[in-house]
RNA sequence: GUCCCCGUAGUUCAAUGGAUAGAAUAGGAGCCUUCUAAGCUCUAGAUCGUGGUUCGAUUCCACGCGGGGAUACCA
């Protein structure tokens, strides 16, 4: 509903004497029921009264007492009192909205710190690290759109055993495996071996007890940058730290501070050993541990028996280096829900650690990514990567492209800048449509899919208004522009949603959670595309026209404004 | 065992505590001398179970059942 329209109507049923607390609105099941609905049982029952003659009564007070250019009249549908708007001022006030969607540049709203793939190097990307990104994304620009500042950071685990077990397998795991990768320039090859050595390493882990042993030391060495590794560590951190930066690029994804965990281990095992000396933490069987278990928690270790950090102990001193660089007013890790409760312990033990972190630290989780009928595992080095996902899309895309009758005037470049949006559109609303918390059961098929609840659908009717726009040569200035004093259903549909986008960002933004703005994307599309087919535009007379251009210019505006959001681009042309 | 998420049409997803629970997809039938057929129109099907709170529960609470995750030296 408008929020406009909510607000006037709040203040109307206030005026003819309904206390504030009564009164919630709601949207009617039918248009022909009216376009806002006010259920009266909570008022009805503090008047003890049937809500049927409480409904009844309040309709026809309303009617007599109130004289409103935008509310027409209120009529009674059982309980439900229904109020009707007037075509021509409802047009014009959600006409004159659409002036106003716009993204805003205050900075009032204070200063957050959104953490997002927290991908390690030396491992493959995949569609659950996709996920991630994506949703980071739209989560920075929902944010900055509500008028905060965003300080955009990722955090890369570049030290620790996952990399131990890829540099043993590197090592064990071919004979000329190595040197092979170093002489393939592409940086997908090398990253498909630096997978295969990962896997390698981590199954050899888990059966042999002599290769545990020698992966134990290894993780050592790197902790202390011994000589012997060095090279190899350094050449394979680069090239996944290339692959990432490649994929950034992909996806228009940028950060403002990039973290790795080899800048504080050193400031790690200080802090946990002060608080050590402090009571914060305490010995255990070799360890150094939390005692999350003393805070309704469960306990966690800090220092392992080597006096090595684990990933709780990097966790502080990044805490640490994140508050004192930004100053953040709230910092959101958007990681997935496997973490939910060591984060929990983690964000406790900071409350001793850094004080000043306390109630700043946020989990943002989403949805586990499974694969429809296969089970997707790193360690065994069975993914599907990001980039094999958006190969494919793009293929899908790029022969729709071929058999597509409407790319008459489309050089080649800009085909292929069509191909690349209309892809990363597929990819990224693929993933932004399910709710943030659910999990996803992800179909490449569907995902290559171009009809129904898709993002090329989405930007296939966005496209058809634009080469409306393009082919018009009225002149749609507001001060030429009438609205007529009867919509036709179509028209007032289009009305009536594109009202709502602002309510569902609020939505969005209140529950961190881009597939409302992309669930509202659909809506509009759908009725959009009826008013498309029942409508002509251009070969209307000429008051029509004007009106019908001004209406499918905000709808252009109002979905490029929600494509925005979600990190798509629209096109012109496909 | 304990703790945390999640259970809605065959499938994938919607539904600030409100009226007849909506879409998409899969199947069937139509529609291109008409602003792009990546489109449109018509056609069936669902709230895991049992209680509770409420005028009203898919939504909130309790207990089951089912799926996933976490639970000490991996991240």
Redesign the pocket.
Known sequence: MIGYVRDHIAGLLEAVGIGEQYI???D???KK?GDV?F?V??YA?ELKKN?IEVANGLAEKFNQETEDTLVERAEA????V?FFLNDRELASVVLNLGERVRPRVADSQGTIMIEFICA?THKAFHIGHLRNAILGESLVRLHEYAGYRVIRTTYG?DV???IAKCLWGIEHWQDDGYDAAKKNVLVSERMKFIGKAYAYGATQFEKDEKAQEEIKRY?EMIYQKDPGIADVYETTRSWSLENLERIYQLLDIRFDRYYF?SEVFDRAIEIVSEGLANGIFEK????V?FRGSAHDL????FL??AGLP??EAKDLALAEKQFDEFHPDAIYHVIG??????LKVLFKTLEFTLPESKGKEFHIPY??VDL?GVKMSSRTGDVVTAEDLIAEVKMS?RE??DS???KANVSSEEKER?IEN?SMGAVKYAFL???R?????F?VQ?SI?????SG??LL?IV??F???LA?NTSDIRVSSVTVPDVLNPFERAVIMKLGEFEGVVHEAIEAKDP??IA?YQ?ELS?VA??F??E?????SEEMVRRFRLTLIETVVRTMEHGFDLLGITTV???
């Not at 255990?284 to 360890?287: I, P, V």
């Not at 469960?298 to 270790?301: L, Q, S, Y």
Request: proline content about 8%.
């Open positions: 919630t609105l709601t009617p099941p039918q029921m609905a259920p049982f909570q029952k809500p549908f059982g309980p439900y229904n390690n685990g620790g055993m996952h993780n965990e255990s069987d070799g360890a541990i469960h306990d966690r270790v392992n028996r684990t990933y829900p496997e973490q939910s409760e060591y949805g586990w429809k895309i729709h492209m597509s009758e409407a069509i209309v449509k399910t709710g918390v659910n999990n996803i059961t179909d569907e899919s171009t009809s129904g609840d090329p659908y296939y496209a058809r634009k080469s409306i082919k597939s409302k669930h659909f759908q595309n009826q498309y087919h409508c002509p535009v251009l070969d012109e042309n496909m």
